[in-house]
């Protein structure tokens, strides 16, 4: 069993859609956890760092589940630009962090 | 401010020649990481460094596999001979290691081995 596991994918949606990604992780001792966008031939970008009472940053909400040991994350009236593949990261410690395989999504018009 | 730089962004060599990957991680940042990417596995981890110290190098996939870090500002990635199934693009990544600080990614260099 992979440590990071994510939705699958790839997600297709029209813009203005909302759209949720899941994301489980298997240790339990993991302390800090991330989602990160990476565009087609780019290097991952931090979106979004993942608290335990849960963050928005605009149309951007995560959460976390720890009891689960489960995170999400939550697109709301999604953009073109939102087109990328979002990559669930979980920090075990001393930033020994494990990435999910990544799940694409694709905002049409 | 600068980010992490990786050189060359390209490189293209024939099997069983040596290459060379280098990373300048941001300024200040005690942690290095190198990673390599690919359709079939994802991102990978191969190994990371502290304050220059190499930490955990488990995930080198194998002896030909080498890596460096001479200096604060300055790490190495070695293959030595290089095979096709070494084809990948690879990433350098820097954080602070502060309360689990995110990291941050170079831009990558994508390597094709013939």
């Known amino acids: 069993r992979k440590e990071v596991e994510q939705d699958p994918g790839p997600f297709n949606v029209p813009e203005g859609a909302t759209v949720a990604f899941n994301c489980t992780y298997s240790?339990?001792?993991?302390?800090?956890f991330f989602w990160y966008r990476q565009d087609c031939r780019k290097e991952p970008k931090l979106l979004m760092s993942?608290?335990?009472s849960g963050n928005e940053d605009g149309r951007f909400t995560a959460q976390l589940n720890r009891a689960s040991q489960y995170i999400s994350l939550l697109i709301r009236d999604s953009k073109l630009s939102d087109s990328a593949t979002y990559l669930c990261?979980?920090?075990?410690?001393?930033?020994?962090?494990?990435f999910g395989a990544g799940t694409r999504l694709t905002v049409k018009p | 401010d600068a980010g992490v730089i990786q050189s060359p962004r390209h490189e293209v060599t024939e099997m069983g020649q040596e290459v060379t990957l280098r990373c300048k991680p941001i300024?200040?940042?005690?942690?290095l990481f190198w990673y390599r990417q690919t359709m079939m596995r994802g991102l990978e981890l191969l190994i990371y460094?502290?304050?220059?110290?190499?930490?955990?190098d488990s995930g080198m996939p194998e002896d030909r596999f080498s890596a460096k870090m001479p200096n604060a500002s300055f790490s190495t990635l070695k293959i030595q001979p290089s095979e096709p199934r070494d084809s990948a693009v690879y990433f350098c990544?820097?954080?602070?290691?502060?309360?689990?600080?995110?990291?941050?990614f170079g831009d990558g260099t994508r390597l094709s081995i013939l």
């Open positions: 300024s200040g940042h005690d942690y």
């Open positions: 993942v608290y335990s």
């Open positions: 240790n339990s001792a993991s302390q800090s």
């Open positions: 460094f502290n304050n220059n110290v190499p930490i955990d």
């Open positions: 990544a820097s954080s602070t290691g502060y309360g689990n600080q995110p990291q941050h």
């Open positions: 990261v979980v920090n075990r410690d001393n930033n020994d962090m494990r």
